[in-house]
């Protein structure tokens, strides 16, 4: 008898667990699919960061760890164990630029005219660079560079705490003096390091580069034969991306298209139309297969690398879609939307962002966020 009402005391407290409170784990319906989510652990979003702390969180991250810029400093959080701290910084003021490697290990802070480097584990001070950024801030995946564009693009050698090599245009054998660019375009550089290390795409106006980083030499100069001089997009180049093996780069021009390229022949691979101004982040999935991008117009379109073919344009009011693990074949967007990778069909009941690990991060009803693994039968 005691034993029978030990195992009914345990079963009600599960039910109650799962139903009610714990909230440990939770299924979503969809059709005739579900997805499973286990939930990793809860963070707690300081107030200044609500109700905005799943989107400042999931912006930059590894899936382990998150920063954010806050009053004074950075905020670090550990996803794994839900502990969060801030590294100061010299200036007052919100730091709106951050950047983290992609171990965790090192973090950077701009705030008016001042890049701070620290070091994430114990919140040390490592450079104080003086410099007028004018666009994002970028740490490689070991944390031994920064890139920033103060007028021109500068690589910034974090353990020497100096500039490293020269990587202007004109070292790479193009002369950009002898085009036509107007003072916005120049604005317009800007980079991504390869996740196996050692090198860096960085796009000047019409034209990328990949840089060696320990000898500053220029691997490659990609260029588009159907455009004049060398150019791979009218207008200028808005971003660029590297894929997770560093094999492809993804160029984002504003003439509306983005260009896979093979990074080590610089071969044109493919060009998706997207009929857009192409104005916020692409993306590559985790397979490599696909790519999400999104436009001035707020639409989020994916499309197949291979055949170059859109599968789907979904109306989407941001600019930063998010792929899930391949096995689960899921998009989000920053507004917490989600659809099927294949059909882009909104799941209902699945509200949150995708994070660069395959987590899932979700706002909960009290502020705090919350990052789950996510599966799907």
């Known amino acids: 008898m005691y034993t029978s009402w030990f195992v009914l005391s345990i079963s009600l407290i599960l039910w109650f667990c799962t139903t009610a409170y714990c909230q440990e784990s939770m299924v979503v319906d969809s059709g005739a699919e579900q997805f499973v989510l286990s939930k990793v652990r809860s963070i707690q979003v300081p107030a200044d960061l609500r109700p905005n702390g799943r ?3 999931a912006e930059n991250s590894n899936g382990h760890f998150s920063v954010v810029g806050v009053k004074g400093g950075v905020q670090y959080f550990n996803l794994d164990t839900g502990e969060s701290k801030i590294c100061r910084g010299p200036k007052n003021g919100t ?63 974090v353990r020497r705490n100096s500039k490293a090599h020269d990587f202007s245009l004109l070292r790479a054998g193009v002369d950009p003096r002898t085009t036509s660019l107007s003072s916005s375009l120049s604005k317009l550089v800007t980079a991504d390091f390869a996740a196996r290390g050692g090198v860096i795409a960085i796009s000047y106006y019409y034209w990328v580069v990949v840089w060696n980083l320990k000898t500053g030499e ?33 160029t984002s021009g504003l003439d509306g298209r983005v260009k896979i390229w093979n990074v080590s022949s610089a071969g044109l691979i493919s060009t998706m139309d997207i009929e857009d101004k192409v104005w916020g982040r692409t993306v590559f999935s985790e397979d490599s297969k696909h790519i999400a991008t999104t436009g001035s117009k707020g639409r989020l379109s994916v499309w197949d690398i291979q055949t170059s073919e859109k599968k789907w344009l979904a109306s989407a009011n941001n600019r930063i879609p998010n792929f899930s693990d391949t096995k689960v074949a899921l998009v989000s967007t920053e507004d917490g939307k989600v659809r099927d990778l294949s059909t882009g069909r909104e799941i209902g009941g699945l509200v949150g962002e995708f994070l660069p690990n395959g987590r899932f991060i ?16």
């Not at 994002?136 to 564009?149: A, Q, R, T, V």
């Open 55 to 57: 989107r400042l969180l």
């Open 95 to 157: 730091y709106a630029r951050v950047a983290m490697s992609q171990a965790g290990e090192t973090l950077a802070g701009y705030k008016d005219g001042t890049i701070t480097i620290w070091d994430a584990r114990t919140c040390r001070t490592v450079a104080n660079i003086n410099s007028k950024v004018e666009k994002d801030i970028l740490l490689s995946p070991e944390g031994n560079y920064l890139f920033f564009n103060d007028s021109q693009p500068t690589v910034w050698d």
């Open 218 to 250: 220029a691997e490659q100069i990609f260029n588009d034969p159907n455009i004049t001089r060398d150019r791979i997009a009218q207008n200028g180049i808005y971003r660029v991306t590297f894929n997770a093996d560093g094999r492809l780069l993804a």
């Open 362 to 377: 979700t706002d909960e009803s009290d502020g705090n966020v919350s990052v789950w693994t996510i599966n799907r039968r």
